[in-house]
T-cell receptor, first 112, second 109 residues
Framework: DGGITQSPKYLFRKEGQNVTLSCEQN?????MYWYRQDPGQGLRLIYY???????QKGDIAEGYSVSREKKESFPLTVTSAQKNPTAFYLC???????????FGPGTRLTVL | GQQVMQIPQYQHVQEGEDFTTYCNSS?????IQWYKQRPGGHPVFLIQ?????EVKKQKRLTFQFGEAKKNSSLHITATQTTDVGTYFC?????????FGQGTELSVKP
């Protein structure tokens, strides 16, 4: 059963702690993306990666970091430098950067 | 900055009424994609339009891409409660996909 998985579905953290969100895909897609979704603001691009061991900043990369050591995996770390980390985080992948995006189920992060 | 504007932000309709959401860009888009996100869910791809003036239909949904490739619309005929959710357009510009803010549709039975 192919697809994109994100874990966990809900995540709670204390302010000042770093937290890593998981994203795994078995679709053999080259490109992967991280978006942040806030109410009324649509999806904003945090980071994206077109190939293994390479990634680019999106529109709101400050306070976030990523790695792409394997084609299947693109974890996102929300650092303590991110001023408003509470949001719904969506991972997506695409076989080519101009094709349609396949989204994972998302992780809802709440920082207390 | 690069923006794709989508209106309205919210739309409440009675079941059976029609619904339309509009997407506008200040610059030309290579293509436009539409996604639907059910409440509590994640965006799911609906369709992609590439050609100027293109019109595509999926059952009760009609998608249009403007002649100048700067605007698009999604029209739902005779809404049903299963149409509830947020509809996003996403324009491809310079190899980058830019999402609109979405239109949240609620349908009263």
């Amino acid at each position: 059963d192919g697809g994109i998985t994100q874990s966990p579905k809900y995540l709670f953290r204390k302010e000042g702690q770093n937290v890593t969100l998981s994203c795994e895909q078995n679709l053999n897609h080259d490109a992967m993306y991280w978006y942040r979704q806030d109410p009324g603001q649509g999806l904003r691009l945090i980071y994206y990666s077109q190939i293994v061991n390479d990634f680019q900043k999106g529109d709101i990369a400050e306070g976030y970091s990523v790695s792409r050591e394997k084609k299947e995996s693109f974890p996102l770390t929300v650092t303590s430098a991110q001023k408003n980390p509470t949001a719904f985080y969506l991972c997506a992948s695409t076989p080519d950067r101009v094709d349609t995006q396949y989204f994972g189920p998302g992780t809802r992060l709440t920082v207390l | 900055g690069q923006q794709v504007m989508q209106i309205p932000q919210y739309q409440h309709v009675q079941e059976g009424e029609d619904f339309t959401t509009y997407c506008n860009s200040s610059t030309t888009l290579s293509n436009i994609q539409w996604y639907k996100q059910r409440p509590g869910g994640h965006p799911v791809f609906l369709i992609q339009l590439v050609k100027s003036g293109e019109v595509k239909k999926q059952k009760r949904l009609t998608f249009q891409f403007g002649e100048a490739k700067k605007n698009s619309s999604l029209h739902i005929t005779a809404t049903q409660t299963t149409d509830v959710g947020t509809y996003f357009c996403a324009g491809l510009r310079g190899g980058k996909l830019i999402f609109g803010q979405g239109t949240e549709l609620s349908v009263k039975p």
